[in-house]
């Protein structure tokens, strides 16, 4: 009897770890894997042991429940230390990396929902949650998961927002401001795979890759003279957005491909854009002058419908409209009707109002029009890199620094004093 609760002391005081050393586990559905030093079976929300013991999760960050507990099918939560800060998120990160990170900081506890999960389970989370790693991809989330007056109602503590991306089409920064919440994304994490994005575009659509390759398909090729393409040297590009991305395709544009650039971003002065070797000027301008028009602002008040039928009718019949930003910037029913017109040249297209894209969509009939699922930003090593900064950012704001990708900044004072009531102590304010 004594060698069996001896026994059982240890087992629970085993389990009793995991309470306070967070494990990336819950990340793998389905499969061993090794979580804490252990290997542990996945099995949905639960994790089981090697020896049988059931932690139970309900979609959250693991709760030990004693083995003899567990076969009653009595779970019940270790208490949380009174300095807990809690973290949320729906469905996915940006890799598996954020919670090797996170893991490093047990006074974190992180929850995962998934979007079918039920509101029972949701409820409680959403109440206590601190911060919210959020997705960024609109369609990727059920609606009660994105964020808006509404959802805000539902997390009275809730302190930041974070997207996984740099985009932030799933939160309404507006509101957020309005109740104290900051909003943090991780820009610039994915750049280097966005402009290389524009310029591979830009490549095949010069060249016309796209049109031969689909010719030679249907073996349709009769007269190589007719897919002839243009050299890109000493062309202009108008960038849209002088932000990480922006910059990095004026750099190599200009470097690279030895193009003109010009550029339009009402946040920064000539100067400044002359420091990043283009020449500032209007959006009509921009639009009359480009060869190639990439767009590369952020979705906002200011932008949605920024491009429709009068802007696409300024540019050039030689012109080609790439975008790697977000939908409803440009107006899609208006591209297809330049193209329909041939009032431009061609366009390739990354990003879409509705997301995924349906196969019979409009803009897929035409053979000079270069289409991907919002996959620009999309790489192996930019999704680490998104990763880990979005965890490093998130462990910055929540020991109380201030952040280096705050969307909102406006909100700082209302956020600084709301942080203080949570944690007793103010944030910096650099």
Known sequence: ??????SMIAAAGALACLAVTPSRADVIDGDWCKADGKRMKIRGPEIVTPGGSLIRGDYTRHRPVSPMRARRGHPRETPMKDNVKRVFYV?????????????????????????????????????????????????????????????LARMPNLLVVSTNGAGFDTVDVKHCTQAGVLVVNQSGGNAEAVASHVLAMLL??????????????????????????????????????????GRRVAELCRGLLGMQVIACDPYLDQETIAAH?????????????????????PLDEKTRGMIGAREFALMAPHAYFITTAR???????ALADALRSKQIAGAGLDVWDKEPLASDHPLLQFDNVIASPHIAGITRETRANMGR??????????????????????????????????????????
């Open 327 to 333: 939908g409803f910037i440009h107006d899609e029913r």
């Open 277 to 297: 070797g283009a020449a500032k000027v209007t959006l009509d301008d921009l639009l009359r002058r480009a060869d190639f028009v990439s767009i590369n602002c």
């Open 1 to 6: 009897m004594t060698q069996r609760l001896l």
């Open 204 to 245: 095949m659509l010069s060249k016309q890759i796209i049109q031969t390759n689909h010719a030679l398909r249907r073996g349709a090729m009769r007269d190589r003279a007719a897919f002839m393409g243009t050299d890109v040297k000493g062309r202009t590009i108008g960038i849209v957005g002088l932000g990480n991305v």
């Open 91 to 151: 469905r996915y990160l940006a890799h598996p990396c954020y919670l090797d990170i996170i893991a490093q900081r047990p006074e974190i506890r992180l929850d995962k929902i998934e979007n079918e999960t039920a509101d029972e389970v949701v409820r409680p989370i959403m109440a206590s949650a601190h911060a919210y790693q959020i997705g960024s991809a609109r369609d990727a989330l059920e609606p009660r998961f994105h964020v808006e007056r509404g959802s």
């Open 389 to 430: 900064i979005a965890a490093e950012q998130l462990i910055m704001t929540l020991d109380g620094k201030r952040p280096p990708r705050i969307v909102n900044s406006q909100v700082w004072p209302a956020y600084a004093k709301r942080f203080e009531q949570s944690f007793g102590f103010r944030p910096q304010d650099a």
